[in-house]
């Protein structure tokens, strides 16, 4: 089982982690001082203007970013989580991360093993989330 994350303003920029590497991200980020905000539905956002307090006023589900459907991680909050992974990679940095978890990178319509989880991942998905908001789906395999 995977998780897709796809950039919201680069559509074609996708990473795609296993639920174990996923999860294992999601915790050193929480140990690094990341306080998840908490993901959006994305229908919610349909008919908003972009005023920043009108979309920070949703009632976000305060944690889901392990969604059986799509999610939208807010741009606050991807960039949270992109500098405490930063900080992750200072305290954890001599350690690998899961070994047994295969990490993908997608690359147009061409999906290709990149490399194993560890601290090249980490950087990669601290480096995804400074990009901005992005949605989490949630695959039975990688495509």
Not at 33 to 53: A, E, F, I, K, Q
Not at 78 to 92: W, Y
Request: proline share 5%.
């Amino acid at each position: 089982m995977y998780y897709r994350l796809c950039s919201q303003n680069k559509p074609n920029r996708t990473l795609i982690l296993t639920r174990s590497a996923w999860h294992r991200f999601l915790e050193m980020a929480r140990q690094a001082g990341w306080n998840p905000m908490g993901t959006v539905h994305p229908d919610m956002m349909l008919g908003l203007s972009s005023v920043y307090d009108e979309i920070y006023s949703l009632d976000h589900d305060n944690g889901t970013y392990t969604p059986a459907d799509s999610r939208l991680v807010m741009l606050d909050d991807a960039l949270n989580l992109g500098d405490a992974l930063d900080r992750a990679f200072m305290t954890f940095e001599p350690q690998a991360v899961s070994a047994y978890a295969s990490f993908y990178r997608t690359s147009g319509d061409r999906l290709r093993e990149w490399a194993r989880p560890g601290i090249g991942t980490l950087l990669e998905l601290a480096d995804f989330c400074h990009s901005g908001s992005f949605f989490i789906e949630n695959q039975a395999r990688p495509r």
